[in-house]
């Protein structure tokens, strides 16, 4: 069984070029993308691929078409913008002709690793190591499934295809449209591969929902025991770094859905941030970067070593890898109901704790609020960390309006006795300029006593501010830097920077309508 998407539009008819290339090995898209001049193959054997002036995604050129199957279900807005169906049926057509004269390379493969709710789907790629992207990131299909392929969605990306804004009504040159009635995406103008999962991504926010499956932005893991964890939080917060785990088996890195049955992953790869990546931090990732890696926009030396310390390109540098890539990752990744919930921030203020227990309330609170920092490079224009707001911790990529995943959130958690802590892998010690970022060794060893159910022993405190439980000892933890403000050196500043967040957390709070009275109070106090 599948995810079936009932429309009359008929199937694309995309394959009438004579230079399609159809479901190629990792071998042979290597080959392509090397004597094509696409990329280079580095000295551990990795392809290695520059996207451009692109090295992020441009959230303000995303659209969805307003078709009426879906009109009332999606949040519009500045996240979700409106486009006429008109408009996308003019852009299709133009981009028929185009692919007429192109090669093209084609991924057929799954998102959604639990079979009942999995979406086939299809991907077209003018480049060859987009496609070995795509390949290895989604679920690749057993042989007999492949030959049974029925693309319920299709993603076109096409760098070089040209939109005018003038004539098809876009905000610049660079488009990802959605639609859901012609199952497809358009993605043109960009060579920024991360657009193609998260153009999927969005696409299964919208639609698991009616299946009563909460999707979710985070990653997974499980324990010997079958103990699950969940790690939510917006890029660069740790999702990856933080779920690699050696003594755990790793289910997914950014994309899962929670259904009446448990966890399950969307995709079949990783897809790690690597700016400053060490084998001593971080061994499984490091270990991963080899033969059908894809390394997008790392730096390499004279002798194709990747330097993982130069952010010339970006500091939005990236490795995409099979999930296989990871020892005793979990395939299927799928797995039972969690018993810990991490929410990962990266408090460029330095003002919240490392780690935080949650009551329920506070955890609903957290999770609409989706506080965080916007890392350099993982957005256009962004160049050193950005205070943000992120609700559901995913908000660029959900389709409908918050209460529907907030809903089924709470709901789950009450049901399963879920414990939720906050972790904040941001600023410590003072806001970013100032003080040092979270020693990893340290968020780990939190992470670590969080889920051993350790940390539950402890002793806790109230931060008078924030209202948050704060441990005053944690396993292999100085206990002078659990508490924040005893990490600054003037006090004083800390009261007012925490003050002045908090204001922050009230701002964005207060848009919010239809939210429990219990909800608003688990914030900061006024």
């Known amino acids: ?34 004597t094509r001049g696409e990329a280079i193959l580095t ?33 519009w807005g500045t996240v979700n913008q409106a486009m006429a169906p008109e408009q996308f049926a003019h852009i299709l057509k133009r981009l028929q002709s185009y ?48 030959a049974n392929h029925q693309p319920e969605f299709t993603v076109v990306c096409v760098p ?41 991504f969005s696409v299964m926010n919208h639609l698991l929902p009616e299946y009563g499956v909460m999707p979710m932005h ?29 003594e755990r088996r790793l289910i997914g890195d950014d994309e899962h859905g929670w259904s009446d049955h448990g966890v399950f992953n969307f995709e079949g790869g ?19 970067i080899r033969f059908g890696t894809v390394l997008e926009n790392v ?20 490795a995409a890898y099979p999930i296989d890539y990871i020892p005793g990752a979990v395939i299927p990744g799928v797995a039972g109901h969690p018993n810990v919930i991490l929410f990962l921030t990266a408090d460029a203020f330095g003002v919240l704790p490392p780690i935080a227990k949650l009551t329920p309330e506070q955890a609903m609170y957290h999770f609409l609020a989706g506080y965080t920092s916007k890392l350099a490079g993982t957005e256009r224009g962004v160049t050193e960390p950005e205070a943000t707001f992120s609700t559901c911790f995913g908000a660029p990529f959900l389709p409908r309006p918050a209460h529907v995943y907030a809903d089924m959130l709470g709901k789950k958690i009450e049901q399963h006795g879920v414990d939720v802590y906050l972790v904040n892998t941001g600023w410590t010690g003072g806001p970013y300029g100032v003080g040092q970022r979270m020693n990893l060794a340290y968020t780990r060893a939190m992470v670590r006593a969080a889920i051993n159910g350790s940390l539950k022993q402890a002793d806790f405190e109230t931060d008078p501010i924030f209202g948050l439980h704060i441990p005053t000892s944690c396993p292999d933890v100085p206990a002078e830097l659990l508490n924040p403000r005893h990490t600054w050196q003037d006090p004083a500043a800390y009261d007012q920077a925490a003050r002045e967040l908090a204001e922050r957390f009230h701002q964005h709070f207060d848009k919010f309508t239809g939210v429990s009275e219990a909800i608003k109070q688990a914030g900061p106090i006024r």
């Open 218 to 246: 985070c990653s997974a893991n499980v324990g010997e025991d079958g103990d699950v964890a969940l790690f939510f939080g917006l890029s660069g917060t740790g999702k990856t770094t933080l779920s690699a785990d050696p």
């Open 1 to 34: 069984m599948s995810i079936v998407i009932p429309t009359e539009k008929p199937a694309l008819q995309l394959l009438r070029s004579q230079q399609v290339h159809m479901n190629l090995s990792v071998a042979e898209l290597v080959e392509h993308a090397v």
């Open 99 to 146: 692919l007429k004269e192109k090669e093209l390379f084609i991924f057929d493969g799954f998102a959604g690793a639990d079979s009942t709710y999995r979406l086939p789907i299809r991907v077209i790629n003018e480049y060859a190591w987009h496609n070995l992207f795509v390949r290895q990131l989604f679920i690749r299909p057993e042989k007999e499934e492949l």
């Open 43 to 75: 000295k551990e054997g990795a392809l290695r691929a520059t996207t451009g002036s692109f090295t992020g995604r441009s959230p303000k050129d995303k659209y969805i078409v307003n078709e009426p199957t879906i009109t009332n279900k999606i949040d």
């Open 270 to 288: 990783c897809y790690a941030k690597c700016i400053g990546l060490t084998k001593e931090k971080e061994p499984q990732i490091w270990e991963a």
């Open 160 to 200: 070089h295809f040209e939109i005018d804004p003038e004539q098809d009504g876009t905000r610049s040159s660079t488009l990802i449209a959605i639609s859901f009635e012609h199952k497809m995406v358009i993605i043109a103008g960009t060579e920024y591969a991360g657009e193609m999962k998260k153009s999927i």
């Open 299 to 318: 730096v390499l030396d004279e002798t194709r070593q990747a330097d993982f310390k130069n952010n010339s390109l970006t500091e939005n540098t990236r």
